[in-house]
């Protein structure tokens, strides 16, 4: 074994390596003094502070998310502006060169994990406010059920008060409002929303935050819901065609009667007038 310059490899340097190595790992030991080295694992989040963190984090650029928020169709959840941005780079088009630097971690992070956005009609926007760290209880871990302070307490359902860090969340595409899973299979059977009325269809009902095995089979229904949205936009200009014709049309009946009533008014005045003549 070598160096730079073909200098051999001595014990001291093979120590130094161990202790950088196990200090990345778990900053708690060091091989000084020949101490033989060990394997240590990164400690993982538990399960409930992993799924807050993901509920007021920015799916595509790792930050806290801000408001407005946006969902994808695989139901991540991000900033509106990092998507803004994460499109204007796609073309080619940087506000500064920490913009650039941004997009360019995220491709050698993720890849293609975000290929799927490329206009914002790939997103949808959600009724939903990402609390601020220093905001509610905190969240108790699973480990020693003890309280990390530095955490928000977790989004509950308006419906039924379960928590997104305990029981699957979705959002409704039509109007963007959350729920607990059960929320929408009891209170909003009837289909229409529990909290605004607006009615939806089942392939409206997005998973938030799914699994693995969720967003693989959300992943294959993509091309469909391109083509739903693509109607439902379509239906819902020619809607809006038929409310302003249905507007206009009231609006001109309007005036015709206020017009008759008019001339009615006046020839009742005309009346007397005539008869003492």
């Excluded at 900053?27 to 409930?48: I, N």
């Excluded at 956005?117 to 959600?126: A, E, G, N, R, Y």
Aim: net charge negative; with cysteine; aromatic share 6%.
């Amino acid at each position: 074994m070598g160096l730079d310059g073909g200098t051999i490899i001595s014990r001291n340097d093979v120590l130094r390596g161990q202790c950088w190595d196990l200090n990345k790992a778990d900053d708690s030991r060091s091989t000084r003094g020949g101490a033989v080295r060990g394997t240590f694992k990164r400690r993982k989040l538990d399960a409930a502070t992993s799924k807050v963190t993901k509920w007021t984090t920015c799916a595509l650029s790792g930050q806290p998310l801000t408001a407005p928020v946006v969902a994808c169709f695989l139901g991540r959840v991000y900033s509106k502006q990092s998507v803004l941005e994460w499109l204007l780079a796609k073309a080619g088009t940087f506000a500064d060169d920490e913009a650039l630097h941004r997009h360019m971690n995220v491709l050698r992070e993720s890849g293609d994990a975000f290929d799927h956005i490329t206009s914002m009609k790939d997103v949808f926007p959600l009724a939903y406010e990402p609390p601020a760290p220093t905001e509610g209880a905190a969240v108790a871990t699973a480990a020693d059920g003890s309280a990390d302070p530095t955490l928000p307490a977790p989004f509950t359902c308006p419906i039924t008060e379960a928590r997104c860090d305990r029981h699957p969340f979705v959002a409704l595409v039509p109007c963007g409002h959350v729920f607990a899973e059960r929320a929408i299979r009891e209170a909003g059977k009837d289909g229409t929303c529990p909290s605004c009325s607006t009615a939806f269809a089942e392939e409206d009902v997005v998973p938030l935050l799914p699994s693995e095995e969720q967003e693989e089979r959300l992943r294959e229904l993509l091309p469909g819901r391109r083509k739903q949205a693509k109607r439902r936009r379509k239906g819902g200009r020619e809607q809006q065609q038929q409310g302003e014709q249905q507007q206009q049309q009231q609006g001109e009946e309007r005036q015709q009667g206020e017009e008759r009533q008019q001339q009615q008014g006046e020839q009742r005045q005309q009346q007397p007038q005539q008869e003492e003549q």
